[in-house]
């Protein structure tokens, strides 16, 4: 009876063994085997088979396991899709809060408020824009709604320009066109940088 070395075997030698288990030779001609042994010995080669075709576990168990609980890993006691919630909530906020803030007249309290400040109007314009930019590309599952959403802030830092042109005391600036379009780059690349190194979806 011939041996074989059961180690990493492709399926050209597998096929041969299953030529082999149905035959053996004696005297130089093929005799049949018996239904028994011709039976454990094919339930021992399709287990063979099985294992083969298997995806292997034991190798990168640590990576397996972290795509197998990640969709449902708490961070900071709340589910991923609670996260995603909020941070669209927030975003959605940030934008009414936006829109009121560039469309009221400069003698209303809101501004007088913002103005007691003392922080330059370019550099709230981008980090206004930075944040409308940055958080539905981290908030939408889908990457490229979330991308294409954060993008669009542009246009809408142009609208709310434009309409200080019929605000009472307030001008429209290409400065704060330029630091609005910087922010949502800038956002943007952040937020491709968080969804890479962090699972929020």
């Known amino acids: 009876m011939r041996q074989f070395r059961f180690g990493r075997k492709s399926r050209?030698?597998?096929?041969?063994?299953?030529?082999c288990v149905r035959y053996r030779p004696v005297n130089g001609r093929p005799l049949r085997r018996g239904p028994s042994k011709d039976r454990n010995r094919r339930t021992l080669i399709d287990s063979m088979l099985q294992r083969?075709?298997?995806?292997?576990?034991?190798v990168g168990s640590a990576r397996w396991s972290a795509n197998a609980t990640s969709s449902s890993t708490l961070r900071f006691g709340l589910p991923p899709g609670t996260w995603c919630t909020l941070i669209l909530a927030s975003w959605a906020a940030l934008i009414c809060c936006v829109v009121i803030g560039s469309l009221s007249p400069a003698a209303s309290p809101l501004m007088v408020a913002i103005g007691r400040l003392h922080i330059n109007d370019k550099v709230m314009h981008f980090c206004a824009y930075?944040?409308?930019?940055?958080?539905?590309v981290i908030g939408f599952r889908d990457r490229r709604r979330g991308i294409a959403l954060g993008l669009s802030m542009f246009f809408l830092g142009i609208l709310m320009e434009?309409?200080?042109h019929f605000a009472p005391?307030?001008?429209v600036e290409l400065g704060d066109v330029l630091a609005n379009g910087a922010g949502v780059s800038c956002g943007a690349l952040l937020g491709l940088s968080i969804r890479a190194y962090v699972a929020i979806l």
Do not use: D, E, H, Y
């Open 169 to 171: 005391g307030r001008a």
């Open 162 to 164: 434009a309409g200080q």
């Open 12 to 19: 050209f030698r597998v096929a041969i063994m299953r030529r």
């Open 130 to 136: 930075l944040a409308l930019s940055l958080l539905p």
């Open 52 to 58: 083969m075709n298997k995806p292997n576990r034991t």
